[in-house]
């Protein structure tokens, strides 16, 4: 049974981002998903309990006790990148501000669970991978709503408290207990690692067909020529996060693995909860350039360290040289 479930992990892994396209069509060829919305916050609550189990808090008490980094870090993730996408916003989606919205709520986000994985693909610096992720969704409380005050309060209205509060309940506390479980239960844990992996995938495909469901109206008044021009910005969006990524740790002088982990975590980021949070407390709209993110976060992240690897072993060894 617990090998059965390992392979359709790995099985779903591989084909996930065809799921995603699935999910996202069945939500807009059944509008009436949107109805069951009100379960969305306790699918983000479960899916942060879940990725938190495989956390370790020793592996996040090694990585803090290098404070640089751990700045850099921050700095990166919390107004380099939100910065970035705001002036791509203001450049590109200044007539849509719901639209522009969205995408500086994109750069606000904790780091995606999966910026480990790819961190450990790439070889870069695992234990600070799962940092990323434990401590900027720790944070997320009141860090994401203190980023969008400061990008977005110029482009549509926003009171930060009600999404400090929901923050709290659905993202802060389930990883706190997340990760009190994990290191309670450790050997269980990692011994089950692909089956809880396998337990959130469908709560992830879930939300992102009724947010597809909760898009439908909203898609009827876009011209499918905008569209495509919005999934352009949001594709540059994205891999200028990643140049800009890698310029900064380059310019600080950090090797290989910490170089390629931290450009992960600056540019990856937990969609689901962006979706949530655009549902709940503000638009629908404004969860389409989160929905679009989606589609291209996983792709882009399988391939940019196989041109970012190669070119800095050479510079590296030119270096040495």
């Given at each position: 049974?617990?090998?059965?479930?390992?392979?359709?992990?790995?099985?779903l892994e591989a084909r996930f981002t065809w799921l995603i396209l699935a999910s996202l069509a069945f939500g807009m060829l059944c509008p009436g998903l949107a109805r069951v919305v009100f379960i969305a916050p306790y699918f983000i609550a479960l899916i942060m309990f879940l990725v938190a189990l495989r956390c370790r808090l020793a592996d996040v008490v090694r990585a803090l006790r290098s404070p640089g980094k751990i700045g850099l870090?921050?700095?990166?993730?919390?107004?380099?990148?939100?910065?970035?996408?705001?002036?791509?916003?203001?450049?590109?989606?200044?007539?849509?501000?719901?639209?522009?919205?969205?995408?500086v709520l994109i750069n606000s986000l904790p780091v995606a669970a999966t910026c480990s994985m790819w961190a450990g693909i790439a070889g870069g610096d695992l234990a600070l991978g799962l940092t990323a992720v434990?401590?900027?969704?720790?944070?997320s409380g009141l860090a994401t709503p203190?980023?969008?005050?400061?990008?977005i309060g110029t482009m549509?209205?926003?009171?930060?408290?009600?999404?400090?509060?929901?923050?709290?309940?659905?993202?802060?506390?389930?990883?706190?207990?997340?990760?009190?479980?994990?290191e309670?239960?450790?050997?269980?844990?990692?011994?089950?690692?692909?089956?809880?992996?396998?337990?959130?995938?469908?709560?992830?495909?879930?939300?992102?067909?009724?947010?597809?469901?909760?898009?439908?109206?909203?898609l009827q008044g876009i011209p499918a020529v905008e569209l495509v021009r919005l999934y352009l910005v949001v594709f540059m969006q994205m891999m200028g996060g990643y140049l800009l990524g890698f310029a900064i740790t380059v310019f600080f002088g950090l090797d290989y693995a910490a170089s390629i982990t931290m450009t992960y975590a600056a540019t990856m980021r937990n969609n689901g909860a962006g979706i949530l949070i655009a549902v709940s407390y503000f638009s629908p709209l404004m969860a389409l350039p989160i929905t679009l993110n989606t589609l291209i976060q996983q792709?882009?992240?399988?391939?940019?360290?196989?041109?970012?690897?190669?070119?800095?072993?050479?510079?590296d060894g030119l270096a040495r040289g």
């Open positions: 049974m617990i090998e059965a479930m390992a392979r359709w992990n790995g099985w870090l921050l700095l990166l993730t919390y107004l380099v990148m939100p910065f970035f996408a705001w002036t791509m916003a203001k450049g590109f989606l200044a007539h849509e501000p719901q639209l522009a919205a969205g995408l434990s401590l900027t969704t720790l944070l203190a980023v969008l005050a400061l990008f549509i209205d926003f009171d930060p408290g009600p999404l400090m509060r929901g923050l709290f309940w659905t993202v802060m506390i389930p990883v706190a207990l997340g990760l009190i479980v994990g309670r239960r450790r050997a269980f844990i990692d011994s089950h690692g692909p089956q809880i992996g396998l337990l959130v995938k469908p709560f992830m495909l879930s939300m992102l067909a009724i947010n597809a469901a909760l898009l439908v109206p909203y792709p882009i992240a399988s391939t940019i360290y196989k041109f970012y690897r190669p070119w800095r072993a050479r510079r």
